[in-house]
């Protein structure tokens, strides 16, 4: 997203509490709320698996109520896992230095495994210690980390887990996408500390550690490898991957841990939106069994009936038509308030009649991809960028940037929904932009790469992306590339008694909902015109909701207020008009 030219916006302040704390827990007065907010409690913070593409049946959740002292000294208690500068954390203050503590007990019925210990992303950095002996440290906000924590823990009783946290925000060179100290216009209240899912997994000795599925449409096959740990079975242990479709075995695979399986899928039923098919899969190694699922799906470029450069979904070229989606709560910040409010933005984008989700500059939880992958949208991911519109620019961290984007891709590279791997937001904090495409290439073949959204284009990658406010335009396509509309539109509407602070802003004001429909009819209608025409195979509206102080979404923030006419614009979405539009 680029800066807006003209701007009217009042900073929000996040409110300073007393220091002196409750020890019960209870949430922030904060500007703005979801209807989920009343599901939140310590003993209902996201209660759900974390892991949906490698589960096993048992574990233990550690959300809930930790101990937490800032770096002023103020000590109080938090909701884990919503930031600390959250309202639903309790605390809604933002300090740069975090030190988490909380005890917990092992269940009996652990005794005799190997005791993991899950992070679901921390922002930015954290050191782990386990009753006074450290795990580890971890940088990086947006992926999942584990450690063994066998060997630290006690043989009975309490075991006591502390987690230290720094996090620069705009003052370091990591990714941090559209996070900043001092927030307002396009950049939003940054994420500090603990944001995910923590929780702990028994596992045996000889366990799977990851997997790696990729579906082959042209040969009715799906790849799967199985990356393990074995310990000293080395020798002993084999693998079975077991495929199903609605709980019927279709195929069924033997084979060595580390090495490539091949599963064949006769007749497969493909993945798509409007058919968001997954099979079951089931893992066997040793004593430890995990279950997983798949989408037979391929994306690729190709030419349609004209010899257009085509982003082709299972051989068809389909136009692929998405709102900008950032991701962020009024009340949870990054944090959904519950895994119902995460599938309720999906199911929402559904309704309106979206194929297609761009991811802005974020990466989510497992769980709302999963929720893609089950209801059948299709997902551009955005790699979160460094020094985007901040007061110090930093230099880039490049090497930590290189190991974040692989991380991203590794860690998700399973889901069916995700397309394809934005590397860059226009130029915002863009560097080896060639070398990293072909990295990311090398890495993941199965999806496309966009190597810059909009305008700075470095001539690689699958696609050429332009950005045009409110547009819509078209860069050309070429013969080795497909051309997309990466952001556009931007129409601002405020709700009264839906915003974050009284004074918002749009890029293009309307009046009201019918007045915002009508503007978005005539923006799609142009854009599906530039498909035949301009050879345009995708465009991204902004956005889906909105953000802080920022109206331009089809959405209040609080999601409370629909504010385009839905059957209409599920209409403009699909290209079929409920009523001539005029096009000026």
Same mark, same amino acid.
């Given at each position: ?170 003052? %370091? ?158 009340? %949870? ?57 901040? &007061? ?6 490049? +090497? ?56 700075? &284009? ?11 406010? +409110? ?114």
């Amino acid at each position: 997203m680029k800066l807006p030219n003209l701007i009217v916006v009042t900073l929000f302040s996040v409110q300073l509490l007393p220091s002196v704390w409750s020890a019960e827990w209870r949430p922030a007065e904060g500007p703005l709320k979801t209807r989920w907010a009343k599901d939140v409690s310590p003993q209902n913070a996201l209660p759900e698996y974390p892991r949906p593409q490698m589960v096993r049946k048992d574990w233990e959740n550690l959300n809930g109520l930790w101990d937490i002292k800032l770096g002023d000294g103020t000590e109080t208690r938090i909701l884990v896992p919503f930031p600390v500068e959250s309202a639903l954390s309790g605390v809604m203050k933002h300090s740069d230095r975090l030190t988490y503590r909380r005890s917990f007990e092992i269940p009996k019925g652990w005794s005799g495994q190997q005791v993991l210990l899950h992070f679901g992303a921390v922002d930015w950095e954290a050191k782990v210690t386990l009753n006074g002996k450290e795990l580890g440290v971890h940088r990086g906000g947006y992926d999942a980390f584990s450690f063994d924590i066998t060997a630290a823990l006690k043989k009975e009783g309490a075991q006591e887990i502390t987690v230290e946290v720094f996090d620069p925000t705009d003052l %370091g060179g990591q990714a941090r996408g559209k996070q900043k100290l001092k927030p307002g216009s396009i950049m939003y209240t940054p994420t500090t500390g603990i944001w995910q899912t923590v929780w702990l997994e028994p596992v045996p000795e000889a366990r799977i550690e990851s997997l790696k599925i990729t579906p082959d449409v042209d040969a009715g096959k799906v790849r799967v490898r199985i990356n393990a740990r074995l310990g000293l079975q080395r020798e002993a242990v084999r693998v079975v991957a077991v495929a199903l479709e609605a709980g019927k075995e279709v195929a069924r695979v033997r084979g060595e841990p580390g090495e490539e399986l091949t599963l064949p899928i006769p007749n497969p039923h493909l993945w798509s939106p409007d058919d968001p098919f997954l099979y079951d899969l089931r893992i066997e190694m040793g004593l430890d069994s995990v279950t997983s699922y798949f989408g037979m799906r391929k994306i690729a470029l190709g030419k349609d009936e004209k010899g257009v450069t085509r982003m082709m979904l299972n051989g068809k070229s389909v136009f692929q038509v998405g709102p900008l989606d950032q991701g962020f709560w009024p009340d %949870g910040i990054y944090t959904a308030p519950t895994d119902e409010a995460l599938r309720w933005d999906v199911a929402e984008a559904k309704r309106l009649g979206f194929n297609t989700t761009r991811k802005h500059v974020k990466v989510e939880p497992d769980r709302w991809y999963y929720w893609c992958d089950k209801l059948g949208l299709l997902v551009w991911q955005d790699m979160p960028c460094g020094n985007s519109y901040t &007061d110090k620019p930093q230099p880039i961290d490049k +090497p930590q940037f290189r190991t974040e984007l692989v991380s991203m891709v590794t860690n998700h590279w399973n889901h069916p929904s995700i397309i394809m791997w934005v590397l860059f937001n226009e130029s915002q904090g863009q560097h080896d932009t060639e070398a990293l495409v072909t990295e990311v290439k090398a890495l993941d073949p199965s999806r496309l790469i966009n190597n810059a959204s909009g305008n700075d &284009d470095k001539d690689c990658g699958d696609v050429i992306d332009k950005h045009s406010y +409110p547009g819509p335009d078209s860069p050309k396509p070429e013969e080795k590339r497909a051309a997309v509309l990466g952001e556009f539109g931007g129409l601002g509407l405020p709700v009264d008694g839906h915003t974050w602070s009284k004074k918002t802003w749009g890029y293009e004001g309307t009046k009201n909902i019918e007045d915002l429909t009508l503007g978005y009819e005539k923006l799609l209608a142009k854009a599906w015109a530039m498909k035949d025409k301009a050879g345009l195979s995708a465009v991204i509206y902004t956005q889906l909701t909105d953000v802080e102080t920022e109206c331009n979404g089809l959405l209040t923030y609080d999601r409370e207020v629909n504010k385009v006419i839905a059957e209409r614009a599920a209409a403009a979405n699909s290209g079929k008009q409920t009523k001539s539009v005029p096009s000026n």
